[in-house]
């Protein structure tokens, strides 16, 4: 009798460490076929530089804070967000409404339709992510669709919720794996059409063209990204380290803005405190029957001795 070979549990695999966290898990379906999976952003954010804005006098980190005109900083509790209908016009809208109208967070990319890569347009791509199968047993599904599509020359379409938003992806294999980039919808793309409606269609110069078109096929060429670099970028690097090994850099403090009161200044509520101060000081000397020395009040009262001897 043959036996039965024990049912194989199913393993999570640790992602590779250069992967960091993925920013979704869940399913790949087409059919009857489901694959589990992860996304892993594509993008590195640290490439380009960023700058914090410093003041030079005090050494100290520039910090922002949400204020109101004549109010000054707002606590965040009293912070709605509110959309404007017409000028000046809001509709203010809380937490609960909002939550009130999310989208239940699905955890399955329904492959719903293929389309060949040509037929998108460039500009619907919007935000690419590595795929990796989720675990050993997600590998042979993974696998499959990954050369499925490769050798079908197709992009896999579907929608998906992640982080309280839903998208539009599209599939497609990238490397031995696969990616998934999401696309914008129809309402965030302009037309074209009334942007380009000045220009002239008339028929190009036949010299002019056969000239161009030659100089294309001289350039032409396969494509290789890194053959371009962001020469500022690179500028900016060697500066940077050229002033930090000449002893320029600064020591910054760090701390936290301090959630007890604000530093910003509102000058309409300034000014009335200033004056109010300054009222009250006039005041004080009928008020006050003991005047403090080396002030006016002190001069008034002398005269006032010298009548009652």
């Known amino acids: 009798m043959a036996k039965i070979a024990p049912r194989r549990k199913p393993t999570h695999r640790e992602p590779p460490a250069a992967a960091g966290r993925p920013i979704w898990s869940g399913s790949l379906r087409l059919a009857l076929v489901t694959v589990q999976v992860q996304l892993f952003s ?8 960023s700058f914090h804005q410093i003041d030079q006098k ?12 004549g109010v000054g ?13 017409s000028k000046g016009q809001y509709v203010l809208l809380t937490d609960e409404e909002l939550d009130s109208v999310k989208i239940e967070a699905r955890r399955t990319i329904d492959l719903v339709q293929f389309v060949d890569h040509c037929e998108i347009d460039p500009i619907y791509f919007d935000r690419p992510y ?3 199968p989720d675990g050993d047993l997600a590998e042979e599904g993974y696998t499959v669709l990954r050369d499925a599509l490769r050798h079908s020359g197709k992009m896999g379409l579907g929608q998906f919720v992640m982080r309280g938003r839903e998208y539009v992806a599209a599939l497609k294999p990238c490397g031995d794996g696969l990616m998934l980039e999401t696309l914008r919808f129809a309402d965030e793309v302009r037309s074209a059409a009334p942007l380009f409606a000045d220009i002239g269609d008339e028929k190009t110069d036949p010299e002019l063209l056969d000239l161009a ?7 032409s060429g396969q494509f290789n990204i890194d053959t ?5 970028t690179e500028s900016l690097r060697d500066l940077i380290e050229s002033k930090a090994k000449t002893g320029k850099p600064i020591s ?42 080396k002030t006016k009040p002190v ?3 002398a005269p006032a001795r010298r009548r009652a001897s």
Do not use: C, M, W
């Open 228 to 232: 371009f670099h962001d020469h500022y």
């Open 42 to 49: 594509a993008i590195k954010t640290g490439a380009r530089l």
């Open 58 to 69: 005090s050494g100290k980190r520039i910090r922002y804070e949400k204020v109101a005109p």
């Open 299 to 301: 001069r008034k009262t």
């Open 73 to 85: 900083a707002v606590d965040a509790k009293r912070i709605a967000k509110g959309y404007e209908v």
């Open 130 to 132: 590595y795929v990796l």
């Open 213 to 219: 078109q030659e100089l294309i096929k001289r350039k």
């Open 252 to 293: 910054v403090e760090e701390n936290e803005p301090d959630q007890g009161g604000s530093n910003v200044i509102d000058l309409v509520g300034a000014l009335k405190r200033s004056l109010a101060e300054k009222t009250a000081a006039k005041a004080a000397p009928a008020n006050d029957p003991a005047p403090k020395p």
